[in-house]
């Protein structure tokens, strides 16, 4: 007697609300207008302190802002579903990038320009937005793998998008310091001391559901903002923000050295450790 194979799950209801993503990056444009990068140039307060504060030969890259995708507001099943992912820092020495240059640099360019693996017409990903790639396609019930096409969302209202326009990428640190040639931070202490303000500002406007931490050094960085948290597993928690509760997801970086590394298809911190830890996590949403 042939045995039946299970059913698979009905996929996710969800509805995108694109005002509502207009609204929350008109509010954090004023924000960083007003506090970090304005049309007239960088302006954030503690730009003389932060540059006094950094080793020889070490340059800083200043007013490096946030990727918002313009389908951030989200509903699954009726509830909201807001994805941030957080790192440290930008890795490359460009002042002033905007809002809008983000975007352009992780929708258009990470997202349509380049694939997760190389081919004749596209270069790859870098291993960091290829454990982005990872994480965004399990919490949108794609499932792993690396095929374009399925990188898309589709609504009950029929709109389609990238998975790179249904989340936002903030780093905690909003000028990246670093050698020249070099893409390892050298950022000090006080430079993450006084972006701690900037990043809980943004995660104020965004109100995040859901938080996806990458490198192990920014989660007792940030710590202060996340307040008292909720152990859950060893890397899932629910933190306490004023007026939300997110769950947050607590990874190494994708491109870390050796086992910790999740940014190949098949990396076992992926399967062992991420898929498991985001599986649970848009259960409990």
């Not at 209801?13 to 970090?36: C, G, P, S």
């Not at 994805?83 to 890795?91: A, I, L, R, S, T």
């Not at 609504?155 to 670093?178: K, S």
């Not at 001391?193 to 559901?209: M, W």
Request: glycine share 8%.
């Amino acid at each position: 007697m042939t045995r039946a194979k299970p059913k698979s799950p009905a996929p996710a209801a969800l509805h995108a609300d694109t005002a509502a993503t207009a609204r929350r990056l008109a509010t954090l444009e004023a924000y960083m207008e007003a506090n970090v990068l304005s049309p007239a140039g960088f302006c954030c307060a503690s730009e003389a302190a932060c540059r006094e504060s950094l080793r020889p030969g070490v340059e800083m890259a200043e007013g490096q802002l946030s990727h918002l995708g313009h389908h951030f507001d989200l509903t699954r099943n009726g509830r909201p579903l807001r994805v941030v992912v957080v790192g440290q820092e930008d890795g490359g020495l460009v002042d002033h990038v905007s809002l809008q240059a983000r975007y352009e640099r992780i929708h258009g360019v990470a997202g349509f320009e380049r694939r997760y693996y190389r081919s004749p017409e596209h270069t790859r990903r870098s291993l960091h937005m290829r454990g982005t790639t990872s994480a965004l396609r399990l919490i949108f019930d794609k499932g792993l793998g690396t095929d374009w096409e399925d990188e898309f969302v589709e609504t009950n209202e029929d709109d389609r998008f990238h998975i790179f326009d249904a989340f936002a990428l903030v780093n905690v640190l909003l000028c990246g310091a670093h050698r020249p040639g070099r893409a390892e931070g050298r950022a000090t202490k006080l430079m993450k001391r006084n972006c701690l303000k900037h990043f809980a500002a943004t995660l104020a406007i965004l109100v995040p559901t859901l938080l996806v931490l990458q490198g192990e050094g920014v989660q007792d960085w940030i710590a202060p903002v996340l307040g008292l948290m909720e152990e859950i597993t060893p890397h899932l928690a629910r933190a306490n923000l004023q007026g939300a509760d997110p769950l947050v997801c607590r990874f190494s970086h994708p491109s870390a050295r050796g086992k910790p590394s999740w940014g190949y298809r098949d990396a076992p911190y992926l399967l062992e450790v991420v898929e498991p830890t985001l599986r649970l996590a848009v259960s409990l949403l």
